[in-house]
């Protein structure tokens, strides 16, 4: 095998934050995030993911999916329905409490969270700043509102009760009203976890920040069910790191990342413990963290909210409604309790913004010239290998790269591109993360070999062609 190193002009000027509007501005020049309904003006917070974002997000959710059901012998995954039965909402307390608290600017009559625009006091009162639009500091009273999304099913009357249904704003309930079926049709004792990811939907009362808070998203949710005298702080902790690592693979680094010990009045009613992990969304921003997911003890509440059998303190059934008893036998010890939940609940969208933050550098040679080169690794770059010819206009070395795309495709997302030199199709593909890039060349003809040029050192190796999958598959390390 024969090393050939890449001359540059290149010296590198390595710039590894860049803030959310860089992203924005790659995510849409390169195909992986656009603005949603542009062609009718937009639709404020909504996005659309294109052909490399959509292999990003894919990308994330199964590693997500293999390191969590097909690694781990403890969980199963399942796929619920994002419009369930009313009731579960006015059970789960959603109907009553998932509320945001708003205030409005009685000057520009802005409207904002009122935990997103005021300052916290010691004693959890709130203390009003400036309007962040008008700087006013006339504000009304905080009112609350509820953020779940509404529809209506069937063929009824606009005023018909009725037929009032949610969009799940958020994927939890879906397994906990699936707990005993999973738990009976797979024989599972506990502890043992159901994950699930897809769609939630929240009516946020200030969207923003590109893909970071929309109210159309999608969260990986997975509730570990464990008996109720378990050691749930410690398991908290313990799902805490396991994601910490999880996040690491994906190429996020450490210091990016930090811990919240959410205090009690900050937490959700049903949360003992809740731990987010918080991410360097805003490094150029006095507040630079964002919650990236949230690890939370939610107890037995939504088990036991959703049950028969459960009475309240005058022996009066807490849930009349509901026709099943979501309690667990425990065999050894002959006794039957509802178990204790630990919550990890990521964002996908969340992590992809993340991601590509981490990701991001650019190079700049001794003209100023700027290249982008995005540090994905492997397993999450959309396009693992382009394969690019040398001369367009030879139809025998055309031929050759388009039958590499072809034999390499079944095992690993491949490109074919011609649509540049080989200057310009080396940088478009350093700008979407491509690891490994391979030349078909003159020589290649002669010689059945062909040139792998790596993202990230540029560097440059002959390969023959009948080694060249196992030779990218060891690289990429799939
Ligand atoms: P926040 O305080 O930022 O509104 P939250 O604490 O209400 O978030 P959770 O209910 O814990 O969020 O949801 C779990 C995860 O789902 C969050 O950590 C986040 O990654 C994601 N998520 C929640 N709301 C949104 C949203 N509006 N847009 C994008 N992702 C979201």
């Not at 992203?23 to 542009?38: D, Q, Y």
């Not at 600017?105 to 969270?113: D, H, T, V, W």
Request: charged fraction near 30%.
């Amino acid at each position: 095998m024969v090393f050939v190193f890449c001359l540059t002009v290149f010296y590198y000027a390595v710039v590894p934050a860049p803030n959310i509007d860089t992203i924005v501005s790659l995510a849409k020049r390169r195909g992986f995030v656009f603005p949603s309904s542009e062609v009718y003006g937009g639709l404020g917070s909504a996005w659309d993911y294109g052909p490399l974002g959509v292999e990003l997000s894919n990308n994330i959710k199964q590693s997500w999916w293999r390191w969590l059901v097909y690694e781990r012998d403890d969980i199963e995954g399942i796929d619920s329905s994002i419009i369930l039965n009313r009731l579960v909402w006015r059970y789960s307390g959603h109907e009553e409490t998932f509320n945001d608290w708003l205030v409005d600017c009685r000057k520009c009559k802005g409207r904002f969270r009122q935990d997103k625009v005021f300052d916290k006091n010691a004693d959890g009162s709130f203390q009003p700043n400036q309007c962040p639009t008008c700087g006013s500091k006339d504000w009304t009273d905080a009112r609350a509102f509820n953020t779940m999304l509404q529809t209506k099913l069937g063929a009824v009357a606009d005023d018909d009760p009725s037929a009032l249904a949610y969009l799940r704003p958020e994927t939890a309930q879906g397994i906990f009203i699936n707990f005993l079926n999973v738990q009976t049709s797979m024989r599972r004792k506990l502890p043992f976890g159901i994950a699930q990811v897809g769609k939630s939907f929240r009516n946020e009362v200030t969207p923003g920040n590109f893909i970071l808070r929309t109210r159309e998203f999608e969260q990986m949710e997975m509730e570990y069910f464990v008996a109720p005298d378990g050691d749930h702080w410690k398991l908290v902790d313990y799902w805490v790191e396991a994601y910490m690592d999880w996040f690491s693979s994906l190429g996020l680094s450490r210091e990016n990342l930090s811990l919240y010990e959410v205090p009690g009045d900050e937490r959700a009613h049903y949360s003992k413990r809740t731990v987010d992990v918080m991410y360097r969304y805003f490094p150029e921003r006095e507040k630079p963290w964002e919650e990236l997911m949230g690890i939370a003890w939610r107890t037995d509440f939504d088990l036991s909210a959703h049950s028969k059998n459960r009475l309240d303190a005058e022996g009066k059934r807490i849930n009349p409604d509901s026709t099943e008893d979501l309690s667990y036998f425990d065999e050894p010890t002959k006794t039957r309790f509802y178990p204790h939940v630990i919550e990890p609940a990521a964002g996908v969208n969340r992590t992809v913004l993340a991601v590509l933050m981490d990701a991001y550098s650019e190079r700049t040679n001794d003209k100023g010239e700027t290249r982008v080169i995005l540090k994905l690794v492997p397993k999450l770059a959309p396009i693992k290998a382009a394969i690019l010819p040398l001369a367009k206009n030879k139809p025998e070395i055309v031929g050759m790269a388009k039958a590499i795309k072809r034999s390499l495709q079944p095992t690993l997302r491949a490109v074919y591109d011609d649509t540049g030199g080989i200057g310009k199709l080396y940088a478009r593909q350093d700008e979407i993360g491509t690891p490994l890039c391979v030349t078909v060349d003159h020589q290649s003809l002669e010689d059945e070999a062909v040139t792998v040029r790596d993202r990230d050192t540029w560097e440059q190796e002959r390969v023959k062609v009948a080694d060249l999958a196992d030779h990218l598959h060891r690289r990429l390390q799939m």
